[in-house]
């Protein structure tokens, strides 16, 4: 073709449109995956071209998610980060190494929702192997936002998901209501409950930064497992992922994940807040007996004191916020297909990222 020079070196998929990028007959793995074109530098395409994959011939996909947040980046942002599973040298390019297996047929899919050309350049590797195992499972990843999140109840991350498998981790979003800026979003421990807990997590950490590695705050960063490439403490930005690969989380028949909605300021900053229609609800604080330092926990107590209050210290104080948080989750499953939603409309995925989020990007 074109006598040995360059052909066609990339796709452009319109407005509206679908390409097969991906389909293979007989067992295989996907191994690796490059990919690069428009929606490396266009930031309104990482949200609106959505990739799909569908394993074994099923109807409904195993993977479905804007892309951008696929390969590990959430809110149509790119940075520079490599961590063991997903990666962007330069931040304009997408790369994962997550192994892939199928026993009868594989197809990807990308669908432009934008409303300009996606050109898209990439390549796929796989291994062709005769069979595999029994025990094999499937790769899922499950998208969704909430544009105003409940204070008091947590995040879904990941919903009830039925059947036996292995929670990989998952890259997390968050856009902090204005109405809180200044202070701390990530005091909200995540949970996980496996096999049927449901009053008490199976597994549950200490705070957003803790789960991700670092401490005291949250800045940016990139390592194997987890990481922050993006934290704009000034706006209130923040994308960041965490990977249970050393840690293996293994499920036999139910797994749910969360992360609580929790912020920290003190009592001055919470009292203005307050005043500017914040809906906030104090749970926890730091205060002294002596010259010792004690702890609160106030939702456990009769009558707790109120910020209002001369004597309610201040100190630190965690307390129920309400932002916009968005996840991918990532896991696998002994089904070609799971049973959670499928992925919300562009309008869901999209909307107010113009206004709250693009006229920050580097």
Not at 251 to 280: P, Y
Not at 306 to 332: C, G, I, K, L
Request: aromatic share 14%; hydrophobic share 35%; with cysteine.
């Amino acid at each position: 073709m074109n006598k040995g020079a360059k052909g066609n070196a990339f796709y452009i998929v319109q407005p509206g449109a679908s390409q097969t990028i991906f389909d293979v007959g007989g067992a295989g793995i996907i191994n690796r995956m490059w990919l690069s074109g428009t929606i490396g530098v266009n930031a309104r395409q990482r949200r609106a071209v959505r990739i799909d994959m569908f394993w074994d011939g099923a109807e409904k996909p195993a993977v479905s998610a804007p892309i951008g947040d696929f390969f590990g980046i959430g809110l149509g942002l790119s940075a520079k980060f490599d961590s063991e599973l997903f990666s962007s040298p330069e931040a304009r390019s997408f790369n994962f190494t997550v192994p892939m297996p199928f026993r009868e047929s594989a197809v990807i899919t990308l669908t432009n929702e934008s409303d300009e050309e996606a050109w898209i350049w990439y390549d796929i590797n796989y291994l062709q192997v005769e069979k595999l195992p029994d025990d094999v499972l499937y790769f899922h990843a499950y998208w969704n936002r909430d544009m105003k999140t409940t204070p008091g109840e947590d995040y879904v991350i990941l919903p009830t998901v039925e059947g036996r498998g292995r929670y990989i981790g998952t890259n997390i979003g968050v856009i902090g209501d204005s109405v809180y800026r200044g202070t701390w979003f990530g005091e909200g421990e995540v949970k996980i409950f496996l096999d049927g807990d449901k009053d008490l997590p199976t597994l549950v950490g200490t705070g957003t930064e803790d789960y991700i590695g670092t401490g005291w705050g949250q800045g940016e960063f990139a390592s194997r497992y987890f990481g922050s490439p993006v934290a704009d403490k000034n706006h209130d930005i923040y994308a960041f992922y965490r990977y249970h690969l050393q840690d293996p989380v293994y499920f036999h028949s139910a797994c749910k994940v969360t992360i609580q909605q929790m912020g920290n300021a003190d009592k001055i900053k919470i009292a203005e807040m307050r005043e500017n229609g914040a809906d906030i609800t104090p749970v926890w604080f730091l205060g002294n007996d002596g010259n010792k330092t004690i702890h609160r926990r106030l939702l456990d107590e009769e009558n707790p004191p109120q910020v209002e209050d001369d004597d309610f210290p201040v100190t630190s104080t965690n307390f129920y916020r309400s932002d916009d948080v968005s996840a991918t989750a990532y896991f696998y499953l002994d089904k070609r297909e799971n049973n959670l939603p499928e992925l919300p409309g562009l309008n869901i995925r999209t909307k107010d990222l113009h206004e709250r989020v693009f006229p920050y990007l580097k």
